[in-house]
């Protein structure tokens, strides 16, 4: 073995090798072929050839060690979200169960009528559970395309008021002019709802503004609301899969936010004070027009 490596090193010109290798494990070989001059390699080449596989050993190995604990990380993730799925299932199964027995009990139509509208709501449920988790396990699919981001999002503001109209929540969308931008529609008003979502569920009657800034690089669109703000701690948590301040929250919605701008090749921050409100700020690239 030995042997045949520096056989074909010698017939492709190496002349120097170092081992790549990190606490007692050889990542490979790094070889240097003649001097560009001419001459022989001295020690210190020697020495500079050495740091540098060293080097190149120690950033080999940082990269599989995270890549190791993302791993973990994700299994992690997974076993959290079996056991979360688990735990909301739990209760509306336990009420269905218990509605069905009495419904075979109870002969009364008005008291049958009354179960069956129960488990009809904690199906309901179910359902909103199971989707919210598929959603924030599926890759978000997107298909981008040119559209006017102040009209959708009046749009969005439109159907979000008809589903908070019990509540005294304004959300108000502040830009006259058209402004352009590549994005997929459907992702992007998920985005929206989850956002006006959490200021609703903050303060029903509080407010959400939306607007603009657009230059040559980025479109930014601010959500900022009066509901409350957040404390530092909750705020360097809450893209966190799984975190929630709310009873009976799935602590997703966020998360979701996150990975649908990321997704759009966009960027979301946020900041806030707490006592007075927050502010989500999304990035989205301008298309760059090509010469």
Same mark, same amino acid.
Request: glycine share 6%; net charge negative; aromatic share 6%.
């Given at each position: 073995?030995? #042997? %045949? ?7 492709? !010109? ?5 081992? &790549? ?6 990542? !490979? ?8 001059? !001419? ?19 120690? /950033? ?25 799925? /688990? ?9 269905? %169960? ?6 075979? &009990? ?5 008291? $049958? ?14 359902? +909103? ?26 749009? $969005? /503001? ?18 006259? %002019?058209?402004? %352009?931008?590549? &994005? ?17 569920? /903050? ?46 929250? +799935?602590?997703?919605?966020? #998360?979701?936010?996150?990975? &649908?701008? +990321? ?26 027009? +090509?010469?």
């Amino acid at each position: 073995g030995l #042997a %045949k490596q520096i056989s074909d090193m010698e017939q492709v !010109g190496i002349e120097a090798v170092v081992p &790549i290798a990190a606490e007692g494990v050889l990542y !490979g070989i790094l070889g240097f072929s003649r001097k560009r001059f !001419g001459g022989v390699y001295d020690p210190d080449d020697l020495e500079t050839f050495r740091l540098l596989a060293a080097r190149t050993a120690v /950033a080999i190995a940082i990269h599989i060690s995270s890549a190791k604990i993302a791993k973990r990380e994700h299994l992690a993730v997974i076993g959290e979200m079996t056991a979360m799925i /688990a735990h909301e299932i739990k209760n509306p199964l336990g009420a269905i %169960k218990a509605a069905a027995e009495q419904i075979s &009990i109870h002969k009364n139509e008005m008291e $049958c009528e009354k179960l069956t509208l129960m488990i009809r709501e904690e199906v309901l449920r179910l359902d +909103t559970t199971i989707k919210t988790y598929l959603a924030f396990a599926r890759p978000v699919s997107i298909e981008s395309e040119e559209i006017d981001i102040v009209k959708l999002t009046v749009r $969005c /503001a439109e159907l979000f008021r008809n589903e908070a109209n019990e509540s005294n929540f304004e959300v108000t969308v502040r830009n006259e %002019k058209v402004i %352009k931008v590549a &994005i997929d529609p459907d992702a992007y008003r998920q985005l929206f709802f989850n956002l006006a979502k959490n200021s609703l569920e /903050a303060k029903n009657n509080g407010r959400l503004n939306v607007t603009f800034i657009e230059d040559e690089r980025v479109v930014s669109v601010m959500f900022e609301d009066n509901c409350g703000g957040m404390s530092l701690e909750v705020i360097e948590k809450l893209f966190n899969p799984f975190f929630t301040t709310k009873t009976g929250g +799935t602590g997703l919605g966020m #998360a979701i936010c996150k990975k &649908i701008a +990321t997704a759009m090749d966009g960027k979301l921050f946020v900041s806030s004070t707490e006592g007075f409100g927050t502010k989500f700020t999304l990035e989205l690239p301008q298309k760059q027009e +090509t010469t």
